[in-house]
């Protein structure tokens, strides 16, 4: 949907973030690791396939927790 809208528009950014876990696996971390690695690999193919039509993709890590707000 992002990306419809930004094609007609002509430039634009689509960020997603993800997780050290996007890299490489843990222990016991492989119900989180699958859909990081796969997000990964969605924005990678999605920056190749949008780069030439002025459309910037990136995928970046944030490590560390985020606390909920109030908490």
Known sequence: QA???LLARGSGSI????????L??????AGFAMPKFG???LAQSMARE???KN??????IIDG?????GQ
């Open 39 to 41: 997000l990964r690999g």
């Open 50 to 52: 949008l780069s030439p």
């Open 65 to 69: 927790q985020i606390e909920p707000a």
């Open 24 to 29: 490489k696996g843990f222990s016991g971390s």
């Open 55 to 60: 459309i910037h993709v990136a995928h970046f």
């Open 3 to 5: 990306a419809r809208r």
């Open 15 to 22: 960020l997603f973030t993800g997780a050290t876990a996007s």
